[in-house]
Every structure is written in C-alpha cells, then in structure tokens.
C-alpha cells in the first residue's frame, strides 16, 4: 500500500511532497498553478522576443528517469524555438507540444498517486492529499493547454517544407483535444488528419480513432465502415486492431460466424508477434462467446488447441462454462469430458 513519507512544504514558490509508491520514495514537485489561462497559453505559443517564450516554462520535476528526460527535451527544445532558423525552429514547436503532452500525462499520474493514497488515509490527511491533488490537477489543465498552443502554432506555421508535420501536430492535438472533454473538436481535427494526409502513417491511427468513435456511439455502420478503411493501411498493428474491433461490429450484429472468422484471424495473425500478444489473448478469450452459437461442441478442442495452444485449456473451461449459462449442459460437458483427456503439458 502506498503511503506519505512526508508532508508538503512550500519552498520559492514550489511544491515538494515525499511519497513511497510499491515502498520507493519519489519526490514529486509541482509549479505554481496561479497564472491564468491566458498567460500559459501566451506563454508557450508567443515568440520568445515578447517575453512569454516557451523558456519561461518551469518543468514538473518527479525525480525519476522518465520525468528529468522531459526535463532535458522541455529545456532543448524551448532554446532551439528561440533560437533556431527556419524549419528547425518549428520542429521545436512541434517538439515542445510533445513534451508538454507527456508532462501533462506524468502530473496526471501524481494526481492518481495522490487520491489512491487519499483514498486509504484518515480523514485529516485525505483532506490534505485531495487539495494537493487538485492543485496537480489544475497543473495537468495548463500543460494540456500548453500542448493545444504549440501545436497551433505549428498548425499555423506549416509550409512546403514542413509538411510532415502537419499530421504529427494534428495528431497531438487530437489527443489534447480528447483530454479536455472536446468531443466535437477531437473528431474534426481526425476527419481533417485523414482528409490532409491519408498516406501519413498516423492516418491509420486517426481512421480507427475515429471508428471507436462510432462505435461507441452505437453508430455500427460507420464503425465497419472506419475499421474496414483501416483494413487496408500498412500499419499491422493497426489492421489487427481495426480487424478485432470489426468482429465485434459483426457479433453485436448477431453475425457470431462472421466475429469468429475476424478474432481467428486476429489470434493466429498476432498470437507470435512480440508487441501484440494482449490483442490475441484478447480476441482468443472473444472467441469463447461466438463458438457458444455457431460451433460444434465436440470439434472445441481441436479448435481452440490450433487457435492458441498456450490458453487453449483456459479457452476450453470457459466455452464450458458458456455452454451452461446458456442451458446446454450436456454441451459443456462434451468439452469438458475432451479437457480431462487432453495430456499435461
């Protein structure tokens, strides 16, 4: 469990709080969050000759090797936005959206810390830790609106010889965009990512964003119809991803066989790559749920065996268990009576 190991004190207008997570103490500094809105969007999109230049930013400092690595790229970037030429001085804008983004992203997980530690504390100290965590989440506002300058700016700035960064910058936005509750704003920067640049390798990326979307909205016909589009980018993460969430398009459309040829496709095309075993363990367990309606009990084990041999007797009990939800014991125990048969391995 995680507990304080000191209390916060003030020091030049900075916040220090000592806290132990997993039993490792980290410091957790936090900048002064009394500038307006305006100013921190001054402050990070202004050229630096008006004296609200991207050097004026004091970076949240959490002492680990994550948190002084976007210490150095805030600092390298903003001196190169002041002082660079031409295109580099907008890649550094570019640069500095990113990393306001990641700080945003690392003050949100102190947030957390906080309030789970909020959560287990007697009431005196969970009062304390509620307002420390609200002064970081009001942190986490202005480094959000931080990245949404920066990259305005490059949006703004993009020419000939920059384009490549307009879908990067886009695609950061997008992700500010969601992080303050602007749904509408979030899907128009997508539509206008893919529009702009349909061979960006984040046009993919922005496709299937945009059939989540839809298919959280219920909208299944534009969802096949996205994830379908994302079918057919180079990115093979992506077309796993777009495949595994069509079959779910097609299951809640009651079209079990069609979901069950999708999240097949997606095991045996994932199951060995390094980076994507938790969508194939994912869509293995999904495969469960559409043999129910549409495979043969008796053929379960030969199936699951060649799906995925390392979860196939996990795979097996819950097809069991299915069956007997569903009011077919004598199915479940077809697939069961295989399982005890099937060798130790």
Known sequence: MTTVLGEARRWGGVLWLGVAAMGCATAVRTTSVDAPPDVVARDAAAPASSGFGPHTVEPTAFLDDVDEEIDRDLRRHAWMAEHAEGDERLR???GLGESYARRAHRVGYARDVLLDQAFAAAEVQRLSLETLAKRLQAEQ???????????????????????????????????????????DEHRTILRALVRDDPDSGLAAHAIVTLGDIAFGEQRFGDARRLYMAGMDHDDDAQRGYATYKLGWVEFLEGHQDRALG?????????????????LADEAANDCVMAYVSVGRPELAQAFFERLHPRLAAQLLERLAQAYVGAGDPESAQLVRSGLKRRPSL
């Open 262 to 278: 999708r999240w097949t496709q997606v095991v045996r095309g994932s199951r060995e790559h390094p980076t994507r075993h938790a």
């Open 141 to 183: 506002v202005q480094w959000w609106r931080r990245a949404a300058a920066a990259y305005d700016h490059v949006l703004d700035s993009v020419g000939p010889s920059t384009l490549d960064l307009r879908p990067r910058a886009r695609w950061g936005l997008a992700e500010v965009l969601v992080n303050q509750g602007k749904a």
């Open 92 to 94: 550094a804008w570019q």
